[in-house]
């Protein structure tokens, strides 16, 4: 069984976080995990502010845009927080939607040569390596930190393409994978990333006594997804093809999320245990995120 955790989505306001950690660690949760999407709330602030009011919860952030920063600066803010919550941070870094990125001046020629010159230059410098570096991207002369962790935090790369997971076969600690990552997805995507390590999924959680309703409460999230054309690996994989226009049906269902009744969740997880997910992160549809990780934790955990 893969380890569990629970997603604090980036639309929340970050004034709810404080209550949302403390359940999540109550409610036995291994890990939470944060977004930096544009243009909300701070990855590495919220990250470090969820670190601060726990005690034992991991926290991820992810994705960080791979050229927002530069690395020796982002590296230095992640060492300080791991030197300050050994063993309970987790990062990811992508190259960042494009339409964001374009917008503020930050869309690199090739995103990932990018995505590999800076996860790389990071993991790096966080293993106290002195750096000096001509690349594309990258430009460092002699850098090394001077506080480096003595225990670096895992780096990963969430991307779903061939090419990105390549990447983090070369680069990174290991993979994340956004919603709609069913197990088929997480076989081929691990066969893709061969060297990497972990692979963490987020997968949407919708959990109720009436399976059948549980599932029909996803279906317009999953159906704004399978039509955006934003995952053509995951949609094929799901069964659904490449433009995501097959039939979103209970078997689909089934297959992209933890959805239904709790046993339903329960063989959801361990199915993508059995795919090789080192870790679920939990996305539960709004309004009630609360409720719905109440629910897990009382009906669907006891069953894991």
């Given at each position: 069984m893969p380890a569990i955790g629970v997603l604090f989505r980036p639309d929340r306001?970050?004034?709810?976080?404080?209550?949302?950690?403390?359940?999540?660690e109550r409610d036995g949760f291994d890990e939470l995990w944060l977004v930096e999407d544009c243009f909300l709330a701070g990855g590495l602030t919220m990250a470090a502010s969820a670190l601060a009011m726990t005690?034992?919860?991991?926290?991820?952030?992810?994705?960080?845009?791979?050229?927002?920063?530069?690395?020796?600066?982002?590296?230095?803010?992640?060492?300080?927080?791991a030197r300050l919550h050994p063993g309970r941070l987790r990062v990811a870094f992508g190259h960042g939607v494009d339409r964001?990125?374009?917008?503020?001046?930050?869309?690199?020629?090739?995103?990932?040569?990018?995505?590999?010159?800076?996860?790389?230059?990071?993991?790096?410098?966080?293993?106290?390596?002195?750096?000096?570096?001509?690349?594309?991207?990258?430009?460092?002369?002699?850098?090394?930190?001077?506080?480096?962790?003595?225990?670096?935090?895992?780096?990963?790369?969430?991307?779903?393409?061939?090419?990105?997971?390549?990447?983090?076969g070369r680069a990174a600690d290991g993979v994340l994978l956004p919603e709609g990552a069913g197990p088929?997805?997480?076989?081929?995507?691990?066969?893709?990333?061969?060297?990497?390590?972990?692979?963490?999924?987020y997968t949407w959680l919708s959990?109720?006594?009436?399976?059948?309703?549980?599932?029909?409460?996803?279906?317009?999230?999953?159906?704004?997804?399978?039509?955006?054309?934003?995952?053509?690996?995951?949609?094929?994989?799901?069964?659904?093809?490449a433009d995501g226009s097959g039939p979103l049906d209970d078997r689909a269902l089934r297959e992209i999320a933890v959805a239904g009744d709790p046993e339903d969740c329960?063989?959801?997880?361990?199915?993508?245990?059995?795919?090789?997910?080192?870790?679920v992160i939990l996305d539960p549809l709004p309004p009630d995120y609360a409720g719905q990780l109440a629910r897990f934790a009382a009906d669907v955990r006891p069953r894991l």
């Open positions: 306001l970050p004034e709810d976080l404080p209550q949302a950690a403390r359940a999540a005690e034992r919860i991991a926290v991820g952030v992810g994705l960080l845009p791979a050229l927002v920063r530069n690395p020796a600066i982002v590296a230095m803010e992640i060492a300080a927080l964001w990125m374009r917008q503020i001046g930050a869309r690199p020629p090739d995103r990932l040569v990018a995505l590999e010159e800076v996860v790389g230059a990071v993991r790096g410098l966080l293993a106290g390596d002195e750096l000096t570096l001509e690349g594309r991207h990258v430009r460092l002369d002699a850098v090394r930190l001077e506080q480096p962790p003595p225990q670096p935090p895992p780096v990963l790369i969430g991307s779903t393409g061939p090419r990105g997971l390549a990447v983090a088929a997805a997480v076989r081929w995507a691990r066969e893709q990333a061969a060297g990497a390590g972990t692979l963490a999924v959990v109720g006594p009436d399976g059948a309703a549980a599932r029909a409460a996803l279906r317009p999230q999953a159906e704004r997804w399978a039509a955006s054309g934003g995952y053509p690996r995951l949609t094929a994989h799901a069964g659904l093809g329960a063989r959801a997880l361990a199915a993508l245990g059995h795919a090789g997910a080192g870790t």
